[in-house]
T-cell receptor, first 114, second 110 residues
Framework: DARVTQTPRDKVTEMGQEVTMRCQPI?????VFWYRQTMMQGLELLAY????????DSGMPKDRFSAEMPDATLATLKIQPSEPRDSAVYFC????????????FGSGTRLTVV | KQEVTQIPAALSVPEGENLVLNCSFT??????LQWFRQDPGKGLTSLLL?????REQTSGRLNASLDKSSGRSTLYIAASQPGDSATYLC?????????FGAGTRLTVKP
């Protein structure tokens, strides 16, 4: 089965450090979403891309977060500098973007900032 | 901006009961609606996808319906089992993005 791969699975870092999370979408999928999940806020949309172009990143704190798709096989989400309130599970999802098909989620990156 | 609401937030039922989870959304201009299941500490697993032109989809003991005009979807689970215990999330894929409800946490007691 095709799947979305996220790395790392878990990340513990100190406040102020840079964190990079990676996502490999399913081959052929042209739409990629980044979500953050916490107990308090649920699933929050951070950014999404279509054909590698960012369509909406209004959910991201721009001063510290950045999302990119350097190529069709890789999406990255960076936090610099990281803060304890960034601790959450970050999910990536990809889909064909046709509107007729759904999206597949990765297993997530659990980030803990101490 | 699309807003998605799920009711109830939590549900506890005895094994064998049929149950209904509800999802409502504010903007009817959607492409599709997808129901996911999430087990504690795990990712999201897709259960059913209903395209905007469809009224319902079925998979095993699960049946999802969609009434786009009223902005509602339901997930029906027949003959519930303890293994169905999880959080169920609905996601609405629209023109702007894909938005999630807060989920319904289901517990099925043996």
């Amino acid at each position: 089965d095709a799947r979305v791969t996220q790395t790392p699975r878990d990340k513990v870092t100190e406040m102020g450090q840079e964190v990079t999370m990676r996502c490999q979408p399913i081959l052929g999928h042209n739409t990629v979403f980044w979500y953050r999940q916490t107990m308090m806020q649920g699933l929050e949309l951070l950014a999404y891309f279509r054909n590698r172009a960012p369509l909406d990143d209004s959910g991201m704190p721009k001063d510290r977060f950045s999302a990119e798709m350097p190529d069709a096989t890789l999406a990255t989400l960076k936090i610099q500098p990281s803060e304890p309130r960034d601790s959450a599970v970050y999910f990536c999802a990809s889909g064909p973007g046709t509107g007729l098909d759904g999206y597949t989620f990765g297993s997530g990156t659990r980030l803990t900032v101490v | 901006k699309q807003e998605v609401t799920q009711i109830p937030a939590a549900l506890s039922v005895p094994e064998g009961e049929n149950l209904v989870l509800n999802c409502s959304f504010t903007d009817s201009a959607i492409y599709n609606l997808q129901w996911f299941r999430q087990d504690p500490g795990k990712g999201l697993t897709s259960l059913l996808l209903i395209q905007s032109s469809q009224r319902e989809q079925t998979s095993g003991r699960l049946n999802a319906s969609l009434d786009k005009s009223s902005g509602r979807s339901t997930l029906y689970i027949a003959a519930s089992q303890p293994g169905d215990s999880a959080t169920y999330l609905c996601a609405v894929d629209g023109e702007d993005d894909m938005r999630f409800g807060a989920g319904t946490r289901l517990t099925v007691k043996p």
